[in-house]
């Protein structure tokens, strides 16, 4: 075989063994690389209302007995509210002072108040019948006695909220009816804690 053939030939061997690879050298895929990352947060212990403030209670929109035409006429409006929380909780009622009396500025009405919860301590977080017993809390009260003993509230775990409802009801004096008018209070609801589960 002449030089040049053998040129050729070595060429032809060289060129077929530099493409032939039967697994890439490079890019290939090595396989999947796992890890882990452990995560750790805290959650305090959580009183908390959904807003600053009740929805406002318009009990002449609200109840066929308003606007008091009738001296015994007795109308009632109410509020939901949401409480978060992941604690046991009481609620009370402000009675320092006359802000939660209807008045009109002068004349004033009989004003008395109820508070009702969606849950029972079990298994919902809310108040259960004896918590409910020991505060008359669903039993129209007047303003200055309404939750004069707080209303427990129960923390069931993995129910974070308790939805609260506030009423109110209106009626003039057992013995007169009051000055006409646009009579306005201000109720203040405060739960404060008692225990963490």
């Known amino acids: 075989m002449n030089k040049f ?5 070595l060429t032809a061997i060289c060129v077929i063994a530099i493409s032939y690879s039967p697994m890439p050298v490079f ?11 452990a995560i750790t947060v805290s959650v305090l212990s959580i009183i ?7 929805p406002a209670i318009d009990i002449d929109a609200e109840s066929a007995d308003a606007p008091i035409a009738a001296h015994a006429d007795d109308p009632c ?12 909780v009481e609620l009370s009622a402000n009675i320092a002072d006359n802000a939660a009396r209807l008045t009109d500025g002068t004349d004033t009405l009989v004003t008395k108040y109820r508070i009702l919860t969606d849950g029972d301590g079990d298994p919902c977080t809310g108040a259960d019948s004896t918590a409910v017993s020991a ?11 309404f939750l004069f003993a707080p209303l427990a509230i129960t923390h069931v775990p993995t129910d ?5 409802t506030l009423w109110v009801q ?7 009816v009051s000055d006409s008018g646009s009579y306005t ?13």
């Open 170 to 176: 209106a009626t003039n004096e057992a013995d007169e």
């Open 77 to 88: 409006g109410h509020s939901d509210f949401t409480l978060w929380t992941n604690c046991d």
């Open 48 to 54: 908390e209302w959904e807003g600053a403030a009740f």
């Open 5 to 9: 053939a053998r040129f050729l030939l």
């Open 135 to 145: 505060s008359d809390s669903d039993i129209f009260t007047l303003y200055s006695s």
């Open 27 to 37: 890019g290939a895929d090595p396989g999947d690389s796992v890890a882990t990352c």
């Open 160 to 164: 974070g909220s308790v939805e609260v």
């Open 185 to 197: 209070a201000t109720q203040t609801i405060t739960a404060a804690w008692v225990d963490d589960d």
